[in-house]
């Protein structure tokens, strides 16, 4: 079965560039998704197909994907950044999720 | 306004059933994949199931297979899953999700509903 591999926790400065990266198996190939979730909240899709934003989502957070790894960039972080992210791809008949990024705003 | 409101959860003994259920407005819910992710406490998502705009395709994860059964009436815009034989490490808040579908190429959620709990206890 595919595996998505995500770093456990990311920390990064107010005001600074946070990357999350997705690891999986010629994972360029594949189309990726992103989600926020907040604490005590339901997940949230950031992005989706590697690079597209839903309506309401900022500019700050994009993504791209190539080889094997996909990134969440959030640009210019700000406290209410601070979440878990996950990353999403579908393989065959089945929806994968990585394990998670905890991401903390120092 | 779209939205989707799970309700069914609850506290039941191991081995037990529990049918959730996940009502829609805002949206044609005839024209899009549905489906249910959970979260064990403390844990990460895990996709349990979805299910084609007519029904006619369903999909789960392994460890539900033959347990739990997804359907939909389009009728009256809800969303079900019929939890069948449960154990511990089905407890897990469970959220209703909307689905947007490309045929080998990409599944992914774009609304989720708040979740309804499930504990499997005894």
């Known amino acids: 079965s595919y595996q998505l591999t995500q770093p456990l926790s990311v920390s990064v400065a107010l005001g600074q560039m946070a990357n999350i990266t997705c690891g999986g198996n010629?994972?360029?190939?594949?189309?990726v998704h992103w989600y926020q979730q907040k604490p005590g909240q339901a997940p949230q899709l950031v992005i989706y197909?590697?690079?597209s934003r839903p309506s309401g989502i900022p500019e700050r957070l994009s993504g791209s994907s190539s080889g094997n790894t996909a990134t969440l960039t959030i640009s210019r972080v700000q406290a209410g950044d601070e979440a878990d992210y996950y990353c999403q791809v579908w393989d065959s008949t089945t929806v994968v999720f990585g394990a998670g990024t905890k991401v903390t705003v120092l | 306004e779209v939205r989707l409101v799970e309700s069914g959860g609850g506290l039941v003994q191991p081995g037990g059933s529990l049918r959730l259920s996940c009502g829609v407005s805002?949206?044609?819910?005839?024209?899009?994949?549905m489906g249910w992710v959970r979260q064990a406490p403390g844990k990460g998502l895990e996709w349990v199931a979805i299910i084609k705009k007519d029904a006619s395709e369903k999909y789960y994860l392994d460890s539900v297979k033959g347990r739990f059964i997804i359907s939909r009436d389009n009728v009256k815009n809800f969303l079900f899953l019929q939890m069948n034989t449960l154990r511990a490490e089905d407890t897990a808040d469970y959220y209703c999700?909307?689905?947007?579908?490309?045929?080998?190429?990409?599944?992914?959620?774009?609304?989720w509903g708040k979740g309804t709990t499930v504990t499997v206890s005894s």
């Open positions: 999700t909307r689905g947007s579908y490309r045929p080998f190429s990409y599944y992914y959620m774009d609304v």
């Open positions: 805002g949206f044609d819910f005839s024209d899009h994949w």
């Open positions: 197909r590697d690079t």
């Open positions: 010629d994972i360029g190939r594949k189309s």
